[in-house]
């Protein structure tokens, strides 16, 4: 797989049916590795090594329904209150990052009302806070790490 922009990680691997598995330490179970999920599995190492957000806080690939439509988050992290604090949507590293891919998460942040959102392709990321007071969302250099609310 590519090289991503990300610190490197220790990931667990295994070949089955002539398919390459990663483990999701998320979902507790080998899921087949293509280019959405490297990126995806960078983004929860990230999440809990480096910002410190708690596994049992965070949920990988879930089902929501945006205007009578079913959609399927990446990854989101919870407050202990059940409150989201951030939304992240990955893609696929030859998958350009546009206003398309904004607009996306924007469209499934409307039910969640998540504090924050990352966008990556694991070159690039972009975070994001969300101030619905104003209706606007400010881009971040970094996302802030784990704070207990």
């Known amino acids: 797989m590519q090289d991503l922009n990300f610190p490197a990680y220790e990931f667990r691997f295994k070949n089955s049916e002539n398919k390459l598995l990663i483990f999701d330490p998320i ?9 959405e999920e490297w990126v995806r599995q960078h983004v929860v190492q990230y999440l809990m090594q480096d910002k410190k957000y708690p596994r049992s806080h965070i949920n990988v690939e879930k089902q929501l329904q945006v205007h009578q439509m079913n959609k399927r988050y990446d990854v989101v992290v919870f407050h202990p209150d059940g409150a989201i604090a951030l939304l992240v949507e990955c893609k696929a ?4 990052i546009t206003q398309a891919v904004f ?12 504090g924050y959102l990352m966008v990556t392709n694991g070159l690039q990321h972009y975070y994001c806070r969300m101030d619905y007071g104003r209706q606007v969302y400010e ?7 784990y704070v207990p609310k």
């Open 27 to 35: 979902r507790k179970k080998f899921v087949v590795l293509q280019p």
């Open 93 to 96: 590293p030859d998958q350009p």
């Open 103 to 114: 607009d996306q998460i924007a469209r499934y942040n409307l039910p969640l009302q998540a």
């Open 139 to 145: 881009f971040l250099p970094a996302l802030p790490p």
